[in-house]
Structures are given as C-alpha cells and as structure tokens.
C-alpha cells in the first residue's frame, strides 16, 4: 500500500503534467497503475518510487501519468448522447452547412479511437449525403501508447462488440488479420493528434461540434473553467458542446446553453464578437 507520501507524490505529478485531480477514492488506482508498471520494467515498487521522486517531471513520471489517466472508451458509449447528436445537433449542422458543404468534429481525449469512428459512422450513416462533403474529425489524447493503437485503428472482436451495431460492422469494417479495421471512408477522415489540454491548443482548428465527454470531472476547477473557455474560442458560434452525462458548464462558463434534456449536451452562445465579426444580414 503506498505510503501518503507517495500519494501525495503522485497526485502533484498527475496535476502538473495533466491538470487531473488524484482524489483520495482512486488511491486503489494509483497503486494498481504504479504496482503495474514496475512490473514492467522489472523493477521494486519503492525503487519505481524514488526514481519519480528523484525526476518528476521526466518520461518515466509521465508514462506513469498517462497511465493514471481513465482510458475507459466503447462504440458508441452513452446513448442519450448519440442519440442527441443522431436527432438534433447532426441534422442542425447538415442543414447549416449545405452551402459549405463542410464539417469539423473534435473528439478530445478519444483514447483508443472508438468514438471519433462512432460519431463519423453516425453522420455517414443517417445523412448519406456527407459523403460527398469535405468532412474531417480530430481525433486527440493526451497518451501516446493510446494514440499508437488508435492510429493503428485494429480492434479486437471483443471491442467491436461492445455497442458496435452489425449494421454498421458490416458496411464500415473490414477483417484483417483476425481484427476488424475501418473502411477508407472512415480511415481518410479521421486525424489523430497528441494533445494535452491544459496546455495550448495549437493542432485545434475552428470546430462545429466538440465532444468533450468525461474529462472535466477529473479537473479542479480553475482547469475547468479554462479548458471551457478555450473550447468557447474553438467551437462555431453555431456550435454544439457534448461533455459527460454528469459534467456540466454550470457556473464554470456562460457561453453555453442546455440543447436538450438529456445530460451534457450544450449549444454555444454567440458572444458579442461573434456579432461583430458576423456578416451583414439583408
């Protein structure tokens, strides 16, 4: 069992390199993560320890971050949310961007991959019309090692059936190798990026809907409220925000408005330079 001072260790390097919070109902995690990982390396627990505590911001500290941080993701997970998008903030978008012809999704903190390939599949599959449509997602984490098996876009059967309808297996996937990997038209529009989010959003390009889903929750508040701001500039002033069915922008940011009932779901505010910038209407 790890000492309180290395918990104390491990939860200034989590906040430091990552902005989460290491609450004291985890502590099982960060042992589970740290027993894990010297494991791996061939090491003693408490030689792990001081060697973080001699380099705490070095690459080991940070693959051990990493590891702390819940990767926990599936095909279309929560379904109030995609049904949300699927009845309402995908049809908005399309019928907005008809002119355009054009569409920016962001899915931040996608772990392995399986929710910017849901989202796409989605829009693909209700508004078949978006195929012809200059269509891209950003797909962003935080983990390397996480990044590396979502850029290799090859999942397991036992990933594929968790939430992956048939349908959609059939018409997106093809097998390969004994796993299943994404079909061209999915493949050629998703970008997978690194980003941390406490830091500055340089690989973010102007966005139309922004899924943000379980993350704010692992932040203290001061790292909300920023992360949410910046989400703000990024996010079209006709925009929709997803965040977790818990999280909400409540008191953390007034550029955002509930779009519906079902939990985390929210439509950008315009703000005044929005109005300013906006072209004259006739």
Known sequence: MLRPDEL??????????????LEASRAYVAEQRVTELAQTLGLRESELLTR???????????????ALLNGETSFFR????????????????????????RLRIWSAA????????????????HFPECQDWDVSVLATDLSEER???ARASRFSHHQVNRGLPAGYLID?????????APKQLLRERVRFERLNLIDAWTVVPPIDLVLLRNILIYFDLETRRDVLEKTHRVLAP???LIL???ESTFNLHDGFAHASSAGGCFARIPSLLDRRHAPPSH
């Open 238 to 240: 006709d925009g929709y």
């Open 172 to 180: 997106y996937f093809q097998e390969v190798d004994e796993r299943w």
């Open 8 to 21: 104390n260790l491990l939860a200034r390097m989590l906040a430091e390199q990552t902005g989460n919070v």
């Open 110 to 125: 996608c772990s392995t991959g399986q929710e910017p390939y849901s989202v796409l599949m989605l829009l693909l599959a």
């Open 147 to 149: 990044l590396a098996e």
């Open 52 to 66: 973080l505590a001699r380099d705490p911001n070095g690459p080991l500290a940070q693959r051990l971050c990493h």
């Open 78 to 101: 929560d379904v109030h949310a995609f049904r949300f998008l699927r009845d309402f903030a995908l049809p908005a978008l399309v019928a907005r961007r008809r002119t355009d012809k």
């Open 244 to 246: 977790g069915a818990t």
